[in-house]
């Protein structure tokens, strides 16, 4: 029993892996409907699918691939042509066939999947075979293309009986119109023979077409060794046509090209047995056509070429039928075939290895490859980490004893080590193909459900990130791919009428760049109207009309990740546009990433998700409560306060509750201290240890008081037992360079837990108008007594309280050091005629520096007093030209000039010195 | 399970004697230094690293005995077993030995026993000399669980 499960285990990885090489093929194919190595794979992947079912006992989905399996051969064989209703039904295969297979994992049955009515569609489809075959037909039999006089040549593929009758008509055709190809030998007995059959087959068609209906049984042919299951097939006279015999044969020949692929030799023993036996039997069915035929049915081949022997054929196969039990009788009727002299072009047989050689072998890769269980990758994860802290310990006492030999072993042991750990990161890493290869059913779906014509196009499919994010990313994804298509493009009349193609084009791109991977899913439809999301989010009391008059289109735009701005109004059975667009914000942002959307109106909309590459590597901020380590991922790290200068004095109390003014915007606050063991870190009387983080998760924004931050590494992120899964304050833990446990604060959890939800969306929602508008922050500083000026904070890159000592002169200039670099000096007291600020307490030696940068050079700016930090929207107001101011704003409800620090540089003629950074 | 019970490694805690079954015990420990887990009940005392692996130490004594009795320890061990998918470290006082044991000589747990050590064993193996509690873990780890959820009613409503 133990080994059947083995089996069903194996069939099961095989069989999905079928499936999904089935799911991209047929979407390939129907893009492309001449591609013939699709359809190839298509029907190898099905018949393995069948045979297996057969082999391992699951009749329904057995049944179904048969079914499918029987109008693929139609198709491949170019009797009916292929049309959209059959890749539907193909694809419901596939659909079915998996649900099939997950009940199959569950519990070893096949559960109650009805896959009647499917095989019924089947049947209908095939059934279309009569007329499609007749109109296709007759332009390529008169047409000059001898490949496709070859191909209606081997349009016999036996399914069922309908075509036996069919065929000859084809024969006769084939051979009233290629006179010339062939050999005068089979042309002169095969004519006359067939003339009758052919005027009488037609008619007669649609009532043949039972025997679909009662579905052959499963063809024990392939599976227990050639000569045996003959003899099988014709014990069972009760059940078994002509037609099975045919079918079989098809079958044969199938798995012997299918053999052709390396794996399939090698592991499945079963079809290589099979070949071993059958393999005689074949060659001399083919044999005899190898002028003819590239690839596939060799039967059929078998019996066009052979038109003379036709009769011979069905006489040998009744009698393998009616002579039950000797299959020799349908051996020898092959001999016969045989010694049938047909002569052989080798244009055509060259024309056979091309193909074979062009036909993608997908399995072909698991000659190098090993399926590897994740659980011992992570334990091979674990124990280089652990690998990695031993390797730390020993260069550590090598490098107090200074023994040359070890020491360089110990260098290779860092490099090996090194290595070793970057391997092994990698055999997580897959590419995202797999993902994308999703993508194509998936559009096909949702542009036929939504009319729309679209272009797919995947770029970076060779992508990799780890596995788990491969998972991970899929929801939020499919969302925003779905809405795309739903919401992006427009339907193909207006896009006609706005002067684009038809078809609507969507780009799923994915790259790598600064250690991150980024998605890009581009649509170049409509885009976004900013003027509708304004109407949406006023209609949606989300922010008043004033508010939204004031964010620009791209803030606006931006808005849709809103909580709250989903819409149950514009949902359609697909998507509504902005319809969880907030879930899939923050399913990315759970992962680490982040999910931005670009647009221009009537244009194109793109959305870029970026994740790290994997999520068992964390960069982390390691900070301390009490003595105890814990990690936060950098991801939700926005800044870090030390709360000894002074700042402690921004902490104020509202009923209880502490909150920070932060650049005058409260930010609530969390002591850690408190959440974990109700003993606060800060306290009101001695606060000079203590720091704050300011953290963001999901738009909620606030402060974490912690003893001390330690540094930023980056972590391997280890999950928790389940004993401790419930405690919402930790996510996972993970080892530090030390070798000790130290666990990941969850942020979201520790907001929830410390009551922080209700009162951060508020704050949130009121942020929006402050932390979600672009605005330029900019530093205010005071110049002589009362002027107030203010310069973009981005350009400031530090402020410094010096003493006028400091300060020395190179060339008349003021100049000042700093880390061995000189740095040169403007008084702007001096530089707009002022009196510098005599005021009582300020202290005339000390000068309040800011160091600018302009142009990748640094310049010192000597002002009496800085200020603040006004971080609101302003209207620049240009107005008479003062030299060296850019123009005037209201910052912080007071008139503040805005210091042009170019036209001050140029004005003072200041002598830039280079550093290092102006090379940049 | 009990065609598992031939072979047991015995230890004690919380003052009893327990056997467990020898392919459930990974390997026993020396006492090292604990991470401890703030907001986990008392039951749970922390987060190990075993060889790069963070393994969560479970003291069952914090269950079985009254909390005076309860004072840290050295010496400890930790016996680290599998009950399920991940294993889990067992605080114990001592390792004994490994005993074939016969099954003939198994009896239900003495109906007298304390109620949480009943909830914990699989019944009772009398050797010439002693009594050995069979001890089934994956009951321990339930007994964690429940422990958990009420120490988390207690952080609620106390």
Not at chain 1, 568 to 585: C, F, L, Q, Y
Request: aromatic letters at 4%.
């Amino acid at each position: 029993m133990g080994e059947f499960d083995d089996l069903i285990q194996d069939f099961l990885i095989e069989s999905s892996e079928h499936i999904e090489q089935l799911e991209s093929d047929l979407v390939e194919l129907e893009k492309n409907p001449k591609n013939k190595v699709a359809l190839v794979c298509i029907f190898r992947s099905i018949h393995t699918l069948k045979g297996n079912c057969g082999f391992l006992g699951f009749p329904r989905l057995e049944k179904l691939t048969h079914a499918a399996e029987s109008l693929l051969s139609l198709l491949r064989d170019e009797i009916i042509e292929l049309q959209e209703s059959m890749i539907t039904a193909l694809l419901q295969t596939v659909d079915l066939a998996r649900e099939i297979l997950n009940n199959l994992e569950k519990d070893g049955k096949e559960g109650d999947c009805d896959p009647t009515e499917l095989i019924a569609t089947f049947e209908r489809l095939q059934s279309q075979k009569d007329i499609s075959s007749g109109t296709t037909k007759i332009p390529s039999i008169d047409g000059q293309d001898p490949r496709e006089t070859a191909a209606n040549k081997r349009a016999f593929p036996g399914t069922d009986t309908a075509e036996i009758k069919a065929f000859p008509e084809d024969l006769l055709n084939e051979n009233q119109t290629d006179e010339s190809d062939a050999p005068p030998s089979l042309l002169g007995q095969s004519a006359p023979s067939l003339t009758e059959t052919e005027t009488e087959s037609f008619p007669r068609l649609p009532d043949s077409l039972d025997t679909g209906k009662t579905l052959p049984r499963p063809i024990p042919f392939p599976r227990e060794g050639g000569s045996q299951s003959l003899l099988g097939v014709g014990e069972d006279t009760d059940h078994l046509s002509s037609k099975d015999v045919l079918d079989d044969l098809e079958a044969l020949e199938k798995d012997v090209s299918i053999s052709a692929g390396p794996r399939r030799v090698e592991k499945d023993s079963r079809e290589t047995n099979f070949l071993g036996t059958g393999k005689d039997l074949l060659d001399a069915i083919a044999n005899p056509s190898q002028d003819e035929i590239p690839v596939l049915p060799k039967s059929s081949q078998m019996i066009t070429s052979g038109v003379h022997n036709y009769s011979d054929l069905i006489a040998s196969l009744r009698s393998a039928k009616l002579d039950a039990s000797k299959s020799e009788s349908l051996l020898q009727s092959d001999d016969d075939f045989a010694n049938n002299p047909v002569p052989k072009s080798p244009s055509i047989a060259a024309d056979t290895g091309n193909i074979l050689e062009e036909t993608p072998t997908p399995t072909s890769l698991s000659e190098n490859t090993v399926r590897i269980d994740l659980a011992l990758l992570d334990q091979m994860m674990n124990l280089i980490g652990e690998l990695v802290l031993t390797r730390n310990q020993i260069l550590q006492v090598a490098g107090s004893h200074k023994i040359p030999a070890l020491t360089s072993s110990c260098q290779k042991l860092n490099m090996i080590t090194g290595q070793l750990q970057e391997r092994v990161m990698k055999t997580r890493m897959q590419p995202i193909d797999r993902l994308f290869s999703k993508f194509s059913r998936l559009v096909r779906n949702v542009s036929r459900l939504c009319k729309k014509i679209v272009l797919l196009e995947l770029q970076g499919g060779d992508t990799e990130l780890d596995r788990s994010l491969v998972e991970a990313i899929r929801d939020p994804l499919t969302h925003v791919v779905r809405n795309a298509i739903d919401h992006g493009l427009e339907s193909p009349e207006e896009r006609l009428k706005a002067g684009k193609p038809r078809e609507g084009r969507l780009l799923i791109k994915a790259f790598h760049e600064g250690g991150q991977v980024h998605i890009q899913v581009r649509d170049d439809g409509g885009g976004i109207n900013p003027h509708k999301i304004r109407k949406r989010l006023v209609e949606r009391k989300l922010l008043s009309q004033e508010e939204t008059a004031k964010l620009d289109d791209a803030q606006v735009v931006s808005l849709i990740f809103m909580p709250g701005f989903s819409t149950t109004d514009t949902v359609t059975t697909i998507s509504g546009r902005g319809v969880g667009m907030d879930v899939v914000k923050a399913n990315i942002e759970s992962l680490g990433g982040k999910i931005q959307v670009q647009t221009v109106l009537g244009a194109w909309t793109s959305f870029t998700i970026t994740v790290p590459l994997t999520l068992a590597i964390l960069p982390a901020l390691i900070i301390s409560s009490h003595g105890r380590r814990f990690a936060i991922p950098q991801a939700n790290v926005q800044e870090l306060i030390k709360l000894g200068d002074g700042h402690a004095l921004h902490i104020e109390e509202i009923s209880g509750s502490r909150v920070f003014r932060l650049r005058n915007q409260l930010l609530p606050l969390i002591d850690l201290g408190s959440q974990l063991e109700n003993r606060a870190i800060f306290n009101d009387d001695e606060n000079d240890h203590a720091s704050l983080v300011v953290l963001k998760s999901n738009d909620l924004r606030f402060g974490l008081i912690i003893d001390a931050v330690h540094d930023s590494q980056e972590i391997v992120v280890k999950a928790l037992d389940a004993l401790l899964k419930n405690i919402s304050i930790y996510s996972a833990a993970t080892i530090l360079d030390d070798g000790e446990v130290a666990l990941i604060l969850d942020i979201t959890g520790l907001a929830q837990v410390a009551g922080l939800r209700e009162t951060l969306q508020i704050q949130s929602a009121e942020s929006l108008e402050t932390a979600n508008v672009d605005i330029t922050p900019m530093l205010v500083f005071g110049v002589g007594t009362h002027w107030r000026m203010a310069v973009p904070l981005e350009t400031v890159l530090r402020l410094e309280e010096v003493s006028r000592d400091r300060l020395e002169t190179l060339k008349k200039q003021w100049v000042i050091q700093h880390n061995d670099q000189l740095i040169p000096v403007v008084f702007l007291n001096e530089f707009f005629n002022l009196e510098p600020d005599s005021g009582e307490d300020i202290d005339q030696n000390v000068l309040q520096l800011i160091v600018c940068s302009w142009r990748g050079r640094h310049v010192g700016l000597i002002v009496d007093r800085v200020i603040d930090i006004a971080e609101e929207e302003f209207q620049e107001q240009r107005h008479e030209r003062k030299k060296g101011v850019f123009g005037t704003a209201i910052l912080n409800g007071k008139a503040t000039d805005l210091l042009d620090v170019k036209e001050v540089i140029q004005l003072t003629n200041v002598l830039l010195l280079d550093n290092p950074e102006a090379s940049h | 399970m009990t065609a598992d019970l031939d072979t047991i490694c015995t230890f004690e805690l919380a003052n009893l004697r327990f056997g467990m079954p020898v392919n459930m015990v990974q390997e026993v420990i020396k006492q090292q230094d604990v991470t401890d887990v703030p907001l986990s009940p008392d039951s749970i005392s922390g987060l190990i690293n075993l060889r790069g692996q963070i393994i969560t130490v479970v003291d069952l004594n914090q269950i079985l005995l009254p909390k005076e009795e309860n004072g840290p320890r050295e010496g400890r061990l930790f016996l680290v077993c599998a009950p399920r998918r991940t294993p889990l470290a067992l605080v114990i006082d001592k390792v004994g030995e490994v005993l074939k044991i016969d099954s003939k000589n198994i009896e239900r747990s003495p109906e007298n026993l304390h109620g949480l050590v009943r909830d914990l064993i699989d019944g009772a193996y009398k050797s010439e000399d002693e009594l050995i509690l069979l001890f089934n873990a994956r009951r321990a780890v339930s007994l964690v669980l429940d422990d958990i959820s009420k120490s988390q009613r207690d952080h609620i409503f106390g």
